[in-house]
Nanobody
Framework: QVQLVESGGGLVQAGGSLRLSCAASGRTFSAYAMGWFRQAPGKEREFQARITWIGGSRYYADSVKGRFTISRDVAKNTLYLQMDSLRPEDTAVYYC????????????????WGQGTQVTVSS
């Protein structure tokens, strides 16, 4: 059974940085893409970034391009999201997820989800 456990969220001032981690277990992820989404109160869960487990091909939402960096450590089965130049509008619960479609960018394409980690950016 796939398990995804996020960590690294917290409270940070605008302009600051955070690094989220997602520890993955339960299967081999070589044929999958892994992504980060976020959901702010009262809003839809929205795609942030995606990386293929093998090859490391990356894709970002326009809203985070240049500020966020997705990466993975294959040996540790861990996904990361480095978030720099944080803004108050980045405040949300951040989720990692796994998809079979290597180009997945929408929620319904992701079959497995973590429980989320809260990120709060103060102004």
């Amino acid at each position: 059974q796939v398990q995804l456990v996020e960590s690294g969220g917290g409270l940070v001032q605008a302009g600051g940085s955070l690094r989220l981690s997602c520890a993955a277990s339960g299967r081999t992820f070589s044929a999958y893409a892994m992504g980060w989404f976020r959901q702010a109160p009262g809003k839809e869960r929205e795609f942030q970034a995606r990386i293929t487990w093998i090859g490391g091909s990356r894709y970002y939402a326009d809203s985070v391009k240049g500020r966020f960096t997705i990466s993975r450590d294959v040996a540790k089965n861990t996904l990361y999201l480095q978030m720099d130049s944080l803004r108050p509008e980045d405040t949300a619960v951040y989720y990692c997820a796994v998809a079979e479609n290597l180009r997945a960018t929408v929620r319904h394409e992701y079959a497995y989800w973590g429980q989320g980690t809260q990120v709060t950016v103060s102004s």
